[in-house]
């Protein structure tokens, strides 16, 4: 018996003319993830990608990572055998057994991409279903609402007979959407939002900010981890990690301390930006939601954003806590995003920061910073790390 994996193209379908190039990107990412496990044939047609092991290839492995890629809405293992009815229909009954035992209904659905088969489509339901009724007595035909849908299409070179699909990581194929600089920190929303940019498409680049020796070499190596996590969907990445001590003592130093976090956040932006245009990126990404901290109201949003020309997604602005924690455990960062490192942010934090900055005030207090030069300093010195996605 050989199995292989169907897969469903999600909104790509939606794409009219770019469609050709979407699906294109899909097939080189999904190629590309799970070479690893061996050798495959990935091939479209008519809106759907066929998975083909070669021999000893794993495609248990496969399966998994196929899970964890955008622009796919479903995906299911199939079975292939020859393109002859009384071979699908035995097919139907040995692969799919242990799933027709177990539910009463069910309805037989075709695919026929070669038009050169002898039964269209309605005919090779009709000779299936037929055959299923013949071997399994526990079950009836419910065409509108049936328990179990067996699957059957009819391809190039063979047929291949699968049930119920699962449901894939949705979304449209990274790649296809540009390149933008999250900005991650070890926290539980930073990797969220990255990953939710990650599914419309979008390639990202990381900017760290890190401030030794008041924050642990664990601290980094936690954003790290997270990525690494984001990256099983969003692919490998290049990480920043920015030295921060400096212009956070001269924070403290030169300015008032309850604008201390707002002028941190815009110097965050600042250096983030100048990464973003040397790595091609067109806009920054943060992990904000709205009213979550001081620095995250409404004025302080727009007092950090006016620091930045790029333009700055926040794709979880409207979302409450729970909804993030539900995101970050359904793509498994949540674990390592509540381990008890120290991120920069808590270095010098004010007990009242302003959580109304005016902006003018912001501006004058900044006047007694070397703004640009603090900026380049620390962007020169900043380490760059390869992020390629865990296994
Ligand atoms: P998170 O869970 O992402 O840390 P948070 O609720 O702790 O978010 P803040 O600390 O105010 O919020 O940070 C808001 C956003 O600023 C983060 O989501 C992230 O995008 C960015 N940020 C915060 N700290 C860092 C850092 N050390 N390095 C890079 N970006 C950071
Ligand atoms: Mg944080």
Redesign the pocket.
Known sequence: MKEIILVKLGEIVLKGLNRRSFEDILLKNIRRRIGSFGKFDVTERQSTIAVVPHEGADLDGAEERIAKIFGIATYSRACETQKEIGAICSCTADYLRRELLGVKSFKVECKRSDKKFPLNSPQICAEVGRFLLKQFPNLHVDVIEPEYTVRVEVRDFAAYVHGNARRGAGGIPVGTGGRAA?????????PV?AWMMARRGVELTA????SPPYTSERAEQK?ADLLRRVGEYAGHMTMFTVPFAKIQEEIKEKCPEDLFTIIM?RF?MRASEQIAHREGCEALI???SLG??A??TLQAIVCTDESARMPVFRPLIGMDKVEIIDYARRIDTYDL?ILPYE???TVFTPRHPRTRPALKFVEVAEEALDVDALVSDCVERAKITKIEPNR
């Open positions: 999250v900005l991650i920190s070890g926290g539980i929303d930073s939002a900017v760290h900010f890190a954003a956040r965050m943060t992990g904000e979550q901290v620095s995250q995003s991120d920069c942010c």
